[in-house]
């Protein structure tokens, strides 16, 4: 059975930091292009990064410069760093496992607050 599993989502001030996890278990998870995509109230879900299997990368280019994609296949583990948020970065983060078709996490809500 897949599974992704988001952690690391909080409440965090302008101008902070944290880091995303995701970890996926049922997929050999070398072959799948992973991403991360949030969905804010009454918004539509949308990209912010992207991972392919040859380690190329691609963000929404609100976060460029300040949001980090990387992956670890020995871990099954997709990681999103995110610097300098700010109060548009709220939002339930999604992680996404593409190979053929979809696969999507519950999701991780990031609140950014003062």
């Known amino acids: 059975q897949v599974q992704l599993v988001e952690s690391g989502g909080g409440l965090v001030q302008p101008g902070g930091s944290l880091r995303l996890s995701c970890v996926a278990s049922g997929i050999i998870f070398r072959l799948y292009d992973m991403g991360w995509y949030r969905q804010a109230p009454g918004k539509q879900r949308e990209l912010v990064a992207r991972i392919t299997i040859g380690d190329s990368t691609n963000y929404a280019d609100s976060v460029k410069g300040r949001f980090t994609i990387s992956r670890d296949n020995g871990k099954n583990t997709v990681y999103l760093q995110m610097n300098s948020l700010k109060p548009e970065d709220t939002a339930v983060y999604h992680c996404?496992?593409?190979?053929?078709?979809?696969?999507w996490g519950q999701g991780t809500q990031v609140t950014v607050s003062s």
């Open positions: 996404n496992a593409y190979y053929r078709f979809n696969r």
